[in-house]
């Protein structure tokens, strides 16, 4: 519990300089442009929730969650995703809108976290909602818009791996009826994607060897329509088969919406939010260790805020996608930038010249106190280096800023409007 | 300490919906594009900074912060400015960029409040900081970009009022020397604007008849050029004097930059932080009880992060901006809303045609599941209706949302593109 230094932020959470805010916005603003061209409408909720009914509702788990308590004592929490404030919304403010409900949201979130490397307590998601509506033909509409959001946030080369929560309820139900626990460890090899020590649990079970066969079948059941078939085969069991049929609607939906290419049936996949009850899928972008997307359908929630229905949506972890896209992808043409110096005598000159340029779309900086005579002299040398062809890639450098073009106003000295470039 | 109901969120805190959202983000996008066109490059910062460091450099009385705990013990604060986490990046992840550092940002800040009615606890602000330059030169630009951004932001009818904290330092320390207590008071109601309770106060210290007459005479230096002339006259004070001048050089500037209209000089005027050096402003709209923008000068923040340097920025108020522009105001045309239905036959055309029509700028709603008879019914008349020019304003009505336009795609009956109006 030592005192911070002057210059240090609390672990987990970062600046963005402009750079980086730049490609951010950029991000934002092309994905939610891309949500609403499918009629989802933006809303905003507060940073923070009572701990009783939004902080509870959320799939975070409590320790990971920022609690703090209010002027009345009652507790709060940061909020740590937008599904379930959106909910509340939804119950309440929107209470009178008709199902379906279409929503998009941009928004930071916040996690609770060890001392680990590279985590972060704050982040950015971009994401919709789709409540009201409990079709598969809902289920393929949220993930063909996030195959389109992660084609506008710039991302090229990804995969979108579906999976659904009751096939394997139902596929362990049926195998290993009364045994939860064990059921629980299966399943949290798998949402660890640890397929060898899933393996290696299989084999402490006991299992006769058909089902030990069966439940080791299902590692390999990751590819496209096919897989739907090979698993109707593989358990009887009525949630299992419902669920298949489920993702056997939405392969026909995404083939109509022409995506197909970008997803993998995966039915060892378990969403790592506890309130998913259907299908759950997961974006995957080359060469990432880390998902970029994540969403499902969720029909419990909304129930929790008094509204019953149901719902399906998906979040883009919007900041790892500003790690992935790096520097030059996607960049808009570089905005104009001017330098304008001026001495008191060009003054009035210098300032409507400016906001002539400003109106312009261009960005211009007037300098400071150009009466100082260094000032000037280093506004004359970079001018003449300007001329001269010199500079970083033709640009004029004025104390460590790089500007497209130079103007000065002196008539103090006789000289005027003596642009340079 | 009651449990807050499901549909609850706590007070002071807002959600905005589809409408109001999309004004604010038109507002935060025009000023912050106003804002580049300065130069101004955009920063974000975390919305948690530690209590030692940031929380105590703010300008935020210590009750109004919130507070909570990290899973180290330390104490964190919700940002209640972004000023202060601007110095603190300035000193740090951008100490060796030269000054004068142009800086905007949009964002969220907190404020723990009681229960009054009104009060927010969480509100937007979208401003600048211009670090590293001591100039009136520098502070006429902050006040000139305040006025293009309000312009920007959509306020047209709107008054800078400016002043300096030095004046009054100044005239109260040659008037009333040693009596800090008194000083207070009287600085105290003229941040309150109480200038009834400035005059009864300064009855009650039974100053000389010159002195009280030129304690009150600050009440009536409010006004253009010449406010500056007569205060020169009215206090011998050097801190008095030179704080004036600046605001004289100020006034010159901002005529050349063809502002002067929007602008008052009011000497009464006290900023309400702390930490002001120097200059200080707030913008009034016409018939609005409380500033939509303020700023000022603060050349002692930053050393506090162990880099000193000069610096003058404000906020906007944005919040506060979107209640007054109301509806209609800069609204942006309206874009097509376009609804979708099909049926299982009409499928893949219905997607295709949908994605097309988004990639041109429309919004495009496809209707869930069209080959339900009932829903198929309400389609049918919707755009009947349509045909017939009736609906409100001339627009399809399904399920509560209006849209500009209906496609149907259902081929199962033998029909096919039955586009209405």
Redesign the interface.
């Known amino acids: 519990?030592s005192?911070?230094?002057?210059?240090?932020?609390?672990?987990g959470?970062?600046?963005?300089?402009?750079h980086a805010?730049?490609k951010?916005?950029q991000i934002e603003n092309q994905v939610l442009a891309?949500m609403?061209?499918?009629?989802y409408?933006?809303?905003?909720?507060?940073?923070?929730?009572?701990y009783?009914?939004?902080g509870v509702a959320s799939a975070t788990s409590d320790q990971k969650l920022?609690?703090?308590l209010?002027?009345?004592?009652?507790t709060?929490v940061?909020r740590s995703d937008m599904t379930a404030p959106i909910a509340?919304?939804v119950?309440?403010?929107?209470k009178e809108?008709?199902?379906?409900v279409?929503?998009s949201y941009h928004s930071?979130v916040?996690r609770?976290?060890?001392?680990e490397a590279g985590r972060e307590?704050?982040f950015f998601q971009t994401g919709v909602e789709l409540v009201g509506?409990a079709?598969a033909?809902?289920d393929a509409?949220v993930v063909a818009l996030a195959i389109a959001s992660l084609k506008a946030a710039g991302v090229e080369r990804f995969k979108i791996a579906i999976g659904h929560v009751g096939f394997l309820n139902g596929l362990f139900g049926e195998t290993l009826a009364g045994r939860s626990e064990e059921q629980e460890e299966l399943k949290g090899c798998l949402l660890g994607r640890d397929y060898v020590g899933y393996r290696e649990k299989l084999r402490t079970l006991s299992l006769e060897a058909p089902v030990q066969r069966e439940l080791e079948g299902i590692l390999r059941l990751r590819g496209g329509q096919e897989i739907c078939e090979q698993a109707l085969q593989l358990s009887s069991d009525a949630t299992a088969q419902s669920s298949i049929r489920h993702l056997c609607e939405m392969w026909d939906?995404l083939?109509?919406?022409?995506v197909c290419e970008h997803v993998l049936i995966d039915l060892t996949m378990i969403g790592d939010f506890q309130y998913y009850t259907g299908m759950t899928f997961e974006g995957y972008a080359a060469d990432l260790g880390f998902p970029v997307a994540s969403g499902g359908r969720y029909d419990n929630l909304l129930k929790?805020?008094?509204r019953p229905a149901p719902a399906t949506g998906f979040a883009i972890k919007t900041t790892r996608i500003l790690e992935l896209i790096g520097d030059g992808a996607g960049d808009k043409p570089e905005?104009e930038?001017i330098l304008i110096g001026y001495d008191v005598s060009g003054?009035?000159a210098?300032?409507?010249e400016a906001?002539r340029l400003?109106?312009s779309?261009?960005?211009?900086?007037?300098t400071?106190?150009m009466d100082a005579a260094a000032q000037l002299t280093a506004l004359r040398s970079a001018a003449a280096a300007a001329n001269a062809g010199a500079g970083e890639s033709g640009k004029v450098l004025y104390?460590?800023?790089a500007f497209t073009k130079l103007l000065t106003f002196f008539t103090d000295n006789g000289e005027q409007d003596g642009a340079a470039k």
């Open positions: 519990m005192k911070p230094k002057v210059f240090e932020k609390p672990i959470l970062k600046d963005y300089l402009p805010v730049t951010l916005r891309c609403a061209s499918w009629g409408e933006q809303i905003m909720t507060p940073t923070m929730e009572y009783d009914t939004v920022f609690k703090l209010n002027n009345r004592g009652t709060l940061l509340r919304v119950s309440s403010l929107l809108s008709q199902f379906p279409r929503l930071n916040f609770a976290i060890e001392e307590a704050e509506d079709s033909e809902a509409e939906v083939a109509a919406y022409g929790q805020f008094g905005q930038r003054r009035a210098a300032l409507t906001q400003r109106d779309e261009a960005a211009v900086i007037v400071e106190k104390k460590g800023v």
